[in-house]
């Protein structure tokens, strides 16, 4: 059969939407089977063990106690670190910085540092913490994390603040404050629910980061608060169950990796809602 | 106060700039007994042997850009396909649904790829795709060739798909973020001609974000060169020079996430250091390039 030109042209045009919606049904089939994988595996180990008994020797019984525990302790250290120093440094970008060249370099190395891969982070940091301090720790893991975060809080700080209106600065300055106050009092309170969006997504970020942990916090079979000493924590733990041969063992580590994918979508679903209201300023 | 202030603003801005530098010269200084007693053999010899203490990184390296390159190129006629879908054909009320969909899916932890690359994928993908084209495969072809391998699942083919999965939600939002911010006037005037959407987006959308496109496409690939957790679980973790889509391989990152918490040698440790500084380089080259296109106000 020989189409005319037009016929070829709705022809093309039918192909390229055809091929449109699969892409978009295998992206969408993807995200579905991964959850469900999620569910189906890890819904059936969840009881009341998984979240208050430590983690089993092969074939006891156990949970993720002292994994989840360990967890939230790096992260909530690393979000601390991260937020001090990601809001400074975003306040530095846009409001001291006046786009001079070394704004510049710092906006680039930041962006680079977001997309950094995570494991350079953790030998980094296993080089300048683990190694002088002579042994793994739960502060050189949320070292790692925190490392990570920063650039995201960074990033979100700088782009609310520019969002703020040069009003918002002049009234400020009009009553006589100085600049560090206005940004203080004024800015930084109508940039909050931005800089919040950020934090939180950033802790959504490091909340399921495996690599940077693997030789900076380790892990720990047994509870413990102790920030100086290895500490146990979800990825690494997930890690090294499901990779290992033994059946309960496999089936915490679904358990784990349902824990965070709840957590982080859970998060990711908080931000667009908060980010939906209108900003109260 | 007002100057303090503004010092410890400038500090914090500083100690980012440190933390790149620092990272840099920590692998430099660690990796760099490995460079000095291997040479260039490092780069092209492809023995890895903790025992006889003799350490050749081709094979990661290899494997790293070929999963790289493969899962980009699995991964970006899909990605352009749903930025397409969401901005050209998609129904009002699913589009909100649908992007979110895909932002989410970009949200999930690499180590849940891994686990699910491992447990749910391979062991399908073995049966139903590698098996069959194994069988499929005439006898002394290069095709043969191609698929030889084990049929367990675990190789350098199913690593690619899986970081594919895991690349394909950033570039389309990215992708779609850039489609968006073609005028609709521009866009609109080429259907009042006639045009067909596929003209469309041939003849304004690609050529107006042609540049920052390109830049989205290399983020994607700055992610899958440093991707760790879902490689490692499914590439099979195999020190050589991978010969076909269907053997074991390792990547950088999967070497030293496997072997450094154990390396016990100076040699090893300092030899996987420098692996990490090879990483560096390659994703740190790409990602200033992407950076470049990109413009700072595009897409995290």
Redesign the interface.
Same mark, same amino acid.
């Given at each position: 059969m020989k189409l005319d030109r037009r016929g070829r042209? %709705?022809l093309?045009?039918g192909a390229?939407?055809a !091929? %449109?919606?699969?892409?978009?049904v +295998? =992206?969408?089939v =993807?995200?579905v089977?991964?959850l469900a %994988?999620?569910l189906v595996?890890g819904v059936g180990g969840l009881n009341l063990a998984v979240f208050t008994q430590s983690t089993p020797p092969p074939g006891g019984e156990g949970g993720l106690a002292n994994a989840i525990v360990g967890s939230l302790m790096l992260c909530a250290a690393a979000m601390v670190a991260a937020v001090?120093?990601?809001v400074?440094?975003g306040? /530095?970008?846009a409001?001291? &910085?006046c786009d001079s060249w070394y704004?510049r370099?710092?906006? !680039?190395?930041?962006?680079? $540092?977001? %997309?950094?891969? &995570? @494991? +350079?982070?953790g030998?980094?940091i296993? #080089?300048?913490v683990v190694r002088p301090m002579g042994g793994f720790s739960g502060y050189a893991g949320a070292l790692a994390l925190a490392?990570i975060a920063? *650039?995201?809080v960074?990033?979100t700080t700088e782009d609310v603040l520019k969002l703020q209106s040069r009003a918002l600065r002049e009234s400020g300055v009009a009553l006589g404050s *100085?600049? /560090?106050t206005t @940004?203080?009092k004024i800015l930084w309170r109508a940039a909050g629910g931005g800089i919040v969006t950020g934090g939180l $997504?950033a802790f959504?970020r490091i909340?399921? #980061?495996?690599?940077p942990l693997? !030789?900076t916090s380790?892990n720990n079979q047994f509870f413990s608060l102790d920030m100086g000493r290895p500490i146990a924590n979800l *990825?690494v733990v997930?890690?090294n169950f499901?990779?290992s041969a033994y059946e309960d063992w496999?089936r915490l580590? /679904?358990v784990g =990796?349902l824990l @965070?994918?709840v957590a982080? +979508?859970a998060i990711?679903v908080l931000v667009?809602v908060l980010a939906r209201e209108p900003r109260r300023s | 106060m007002d100057p303090i202030f503004r010092a410890v603003c400038f500090s914090a801005a500083t100690a980012l700039l440190c933390a790149l530098a620092g990272v840099m010269v920590s692998l430099v200084i660690g990796g760099w007994p490995a460079f000095a007693k291997f040479g260039l053999g490092f780069f092209t010899s492809e023995s890895w042997n903790p025992v006889t203490e003799v350490y050749g990184a081709a094979g990661p390296i290899a494997g790293t850009l070929i999963t790289s390159f493969l899962s980009l190129l699995i991964a970006l006629p899909i990605a352009f396909g749903v930025a397409v879908f969401l901005t050209e054909f998609c129904p009002r009320v699913l589009r909100r649904p649908i992007g979110i969909a895909v932002e989410l899916l970009a949200g999930i932890p690499s180590i849940v790829y891994g686990m699910w690359g491992l447990f749910v994928f391979a062991p399908v993908f073995a049966k139903y795709v590698q098996l069959p084209m194994v069988l499929a495969a005439p006898p002394g072809s290069v095709w043969e060739k191609l698929v030889a391998g084990v049929p367990n699942g675990a190789n350098i083919l199913t690593a690619s798909i899986i970081l594919a999965i895991m690349i394909l939600p950033y570039m389309a939002a990215t992708l779609r973020e850039l489609f968006l911010t073609v005028p609709a006037k521009v866009r609109e005037s080429a259907y009042g001609i006639g045009a067909t959407p596929l003209e469309v987006v041939g003849a304004v959308t690609l050529p107006y974000v042609k540049r920052s496109a390109i830049g989205a496409v290399m983020l994607g690939l700055g992610r899958a060169l440093g991707e760790t957790m879902a490689v490692t679980f499914v590439i099979g973790n195999a020190h050589g020079f991978p010969t076909s889509l269907f053997s074991s391989g390792s990547t950088i990152a999967s070497t030293i996430a496997n072997e450094f918490a154990e390396a016990t040698s100076e040699m090893h440790s300092a030899a996987l250091i420098a692996l990490g500084l090879v990483l560096f380089l390659i994703t740190f080259t790409v990602l200033a390039l992407a950076r470049a296109l990109l413009g700072h106000r595009q897409a995290v």
């Amino acid at each position: 059969m020989k189409l005319d030109r037009r016929g070829r042209r %709705s022809l093309k045009a039918g192909a390229f939407m055809a !091929f %449109s919606y699969v892409s978009t049904v +295998l =992206a969408l089939v =993807a995200l579905v089977a991964i959850l469900a %994988s999620l569910l189906v595996e890890g819904v059936g180990g969840l009881n009341l063990a998984v979240f208050t008994q430590s983690t089993p020797p092969p074939g006891g019984e156990g949970g993720l106690a002292n994994a989840i525990v360990g967890s939230l302790m790096l992260c909530a250290a690393a979000m601390v670190a991260a937020v001090v120093v990601g809001v400074l440094a975003g306040t /530095w970008l846009a409001e001291y &910085s006046c786009d001079s060249w070394y704004a510049r370099v710092v906006r !680039f190395v930041n962006d680079v $540092l977001l %997309s950094a891969p &995570s @494991i +350079l982070i953790g030998l980094f940091i296993y #080089e300048v913490v683990v190694r002088p301090m002579g042994g793994f720790s739960g502060y050189a893991g949320a070292l790692a994390l925190a490392l990570i975060a920063t *650039p995201v809080v960074t990033r979100t700080t700088e782009d609310v603040l520019k969002l703020q209106s040069r009003a918002l600065r002049e009234s400020g300055v009009a009553l006589g404050s *100085p600049l /560090w106050t206005t @940004i203080q009092k004024i800015l930084w309170r109508a940039a909050g629910g931005g800089i919040v969006t950020g934090g939180l $997504l950033a802790f959504a970020r490091i909340s399921g #980061e495996t690599a940077p942990l693997l !030789f900076t916090s380790l892990n720990n079979q047994f509870f413990s608060l102790d920030m100086g000493r290895p500490i146990a924590n979800l *990825p690494v733990v997930i890690f090294n169950f499901a990779l290992s041969a033994y059946e309960d063992w496999r089936r915490l580590a /679904w358990v784990g =990796a349902l824990l @965070i994918a709840v957590a982080v +979508l859970a998060i990711n679903v908080l931000v667009r809602v908060l980010a939906r209201e209108p900003r109260r300023s | 106060m007002d100057p303090i202030f503004r010092a410890v603003c400038f500090s914090a801005a500083t100690a980012l700039l440190c933390a790149l530098a620092g990272v840099m010269v920590s692998l430099v200084i660690g990796g760099w007994p490995a460079f000095a007693k291997f040479g260039l053999g490092f780069f092209t010899s492809e023995s890895w042997n903790p025992v006889t203490e003799v350490y050749g990184a081709a094979g990661p390296i290899a494997g790293t850009l070929i999963t790289s390159f493969l899962s980009l190129l699995i991964a970006l006629p899909i990605a352009f396909g749903v930025a397409v879908f969401l901005t050209e054909f998609c129904p009002r009320v699913l589009r909100r649904p649908i992007g979110i969909a895909v932002e989410l899916l970009a949200g999930i932890p690499s180590i849940v790829y891994g686990m699910w690359g491992l447990f749910v994928f391979a062991p399908v993908f073995a049966k139903y795709v590698q098996l069959p084209m194994v069988l499929a495969a005439p006898p002394g072809s290069v095709w043969e060739k191609l698929v030889a391998g084990v049929p367990n699942g675990a190789n350098i083919l199913t690593a690619s798909i899986i970081l594919a999965i895991m690349i394909l939600p950033y570039m389309a939002a990215t992708l779609r973020e850039l489609f968006l911010t073609v005028p609709a006037k521009v866009r609109e005037s080429a259907y009042g001609i006639g045009a067909t959407p596929l003209e469309v987006v041939g003849a304004v959308t690609l050529p107006y974000v042609k540049r920052s496109a390109i830049g989205a496409v290399m983020l994607g690939l700055g992610r899958a060169l440093g991707e760790t957790m879902a490689v490692t679980f499914v590439i099979g973790n195999a020190h050589g020079f991978p010969t076909s889509l269907f053997s074991s391989g390792s990547t950088i990152a999967s070497t030293i996430a496997n072997e450094f918490a154990e390396a016990t040698s100076e040699m090893h440790s300092a030899a996987l250091i420098a692996l990490g500084l090879v990483l560096f380089l390659i994703t740190f080259t790409v990602l200033a390039l992407a950076r470049a296109l990109l413009g700072h106000r595009q897409a995290v």
